[in-house]
């Protein structure tokens, strides 16, 4: 079973940072308008989806030989109305810049890769069981 690690440290109130064990930082924060500098914890799972999702496509159009000149993908969710405020729905816009592959293998690709291949996508279909521990520091 692969293992995957973060630590996260309060910077502020509103602001908190991720490092795994390779040092890698995220930074994101919970503030709107001209504060806000980061995405939220919210925004970073759409974004996990959409990179998750594009890694795998691109990987895929790339092996059917298709020249990708450019991939995106845009995520919006809609989220519930109360607390927990989680997402009742993703949508994902896949925009490829290709000048040899057909809608028709695109379209393949892209249901291949968020239905099939994506590990976040089938994290947020699955039931995970969750844990905790306390450590209260003095």
């Known amino acids: 079973?692969?293992?995957?690690?973060?630590?996260?440290?309060?910077?502020?109130?509103?602001e908190y940072e991720t490092v795994n064990p390779e040092g890698n930082k995220v930074q994101m924060d919970m503030y709107n308008g001209e504060e806000k500098k980061n995405q939220s914890p919210m925004e970073l799972l759409l974004s996990g989806l959409a990179g998750c999702s594009a890694v795998d496509a691109v990987l895929m159009m790339k092996k059917k030989r298709k020249?990708?000149?450019?991939?995106?993908?845009?995520?919006?969710?809609l989220r519930n109305e109360g607390t927990p405020a989680f997402y009742k729905s993703?949508?994902?816009?896949?925009?490829?810049?290709?000048?040899?592959?057909?809608?028709?293998?695109?379209?393949?690709?892209?249901?291949?890769?968020?239905?099939?291949?994506?590990?976040?996508?089938?994290?947020?279909k699955s039931d995970i069981s969750y844990s905790t521990e306390l450590k209260k520091v003095l």
Do not use: Q, W
């Open 1 to 14: 079973m692969d293992k995957k690690e973060i630590t996260l440290r309060m910077i502020a109130d509103r």
């Open 67 to 77: 020249l990708v000149k450019n991939f995106e993908i845009k995520a919006e969710g």
């Open 90 to 124: 993703i949508h994902l816009h896949f925009i490829l810049t290709s000048p040899d592959a057909t809608e028709l293998e695109f379209d393949k690709v892209v249901k291949l890769a968020v239905e099939k291949y994506c590990s976040v996508a089938s994290s947020l």
